[in-house]
């Protein structure tokens, strides 16, 4: 049995919150389900479910320059959410553009910022870990205006080397592109420090935020970077929603992405006038049943609170951690300090995607294979890993069974 605290007793009261999911009840091969690949996508509450089919049985229409009722509103949840957003992660309305998701948000700055900025012979410096969604778009616009796209190195434990980044910097460099938290080891990058080094050099820097927004809590006037980018489905709310923060002044000043309707000011063939921010980047009709649902999910995670979500993904960081260093032949890739509930490693003998297909048949689903890095899994001289990333309402007992799994997994089929 656990020996520490239950989640139960020290942050939220687990058996209501998970009650809330009504996936969370479903069984699979015959056992309940266990749910760890949170880091590839959250479960929904009820409150996000049914707020979509409010909206298609209520007041389904399209938003913004409507007169009529139901335009109006749907035009008011959908902003909603954009308050809520920004509220969420302390920026200004107008700082944030609503997106598709991380993926999106990262390629319209850099298609807008990036080209407009980004010159032949400059340096883009991006984590050795971070996403393919970190990488491939600075890639594709270094190849475009003759830049170069340079890894940071990690340190031992998986964040990256500061004295290293410190190291590569001049006035080459007019871009950092980081993750906030590892996806592939969940580990938390200093980046206070490496923004405000990334600043002293005169650069600008991307914060990928997609793992950091449902496990801690995001202040991007604390942190001072100049762009950030998250996901909703990430953090409990519909897929096709993201957010994409970027300071007023750099917003206004970049060219839009797309163009279309929904972006403009006046258009006639002499020549378009644009909105200003954040409507300038928001051409066509956007995903409005989820941006809309989207505002319970923000609703769902500041309710429970950051405290408390940091406190009982401790408990399971450290439980886990003492289980995974008493399974022979383990090893797990990310052991910094800082570092949320994402538990990548292997077992000696047995490739991950065996690991993965022996705990699905006990109703545990987990994330096996590179994760969308695959620089650093080369790095690390490995395919993959198995990856079993937690959130809010994954419970102890869950916590528990996948250990006792891993490690039944361990006994009969590993090598040492
Ligand atoms: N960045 C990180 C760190 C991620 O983990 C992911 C998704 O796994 C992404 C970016 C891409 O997010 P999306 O597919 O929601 O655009």
Redesign the pocket.
Known sequence: MIETGSIEKIAYDITELRSRFPILGREVNGYPLVYLDN???TQKPSSVIDSLSAYYKGYNSNIHRGVHTLANEATEAFEKTRKSASEFINAGEKEVVIT???????NLIARTWGEANIKEGDRILVGAA??H??IVPWQILAEKVGAAVEPIPLSQEGILDREAFKSMLDESVRLVAI?F???SLGTINPINDLISDAHHNGSIVLV?A??AAPHIEIDVKAIDCDFL?F?G??MFGP?GV?FLYGKYDLLDQMPPFIGGGEMIDQVSFNGTSFLTPPLKFEAGTPNIADVIAMDQAFGFVSDIGFDAINKAEKEIVDYSRSRMSKIQGLKEYGTAEEKIAVFSFNLEGIHPFDVGQLLDAKGIAVRTGH??TMPMMSDLGIEGTVRASFAVYNSMEETEKLWDNVERIQKKYGSS
Do not use: L, P, R
């Open positions: 880091a590839a996508t598709k998701g991380t993926t999106e948000g990262i971070e996403h969604s970190n993750n938290i590892s996806n990928d997609a793992q980018a996901s489905h990430k897929t993201g994760h969308c």
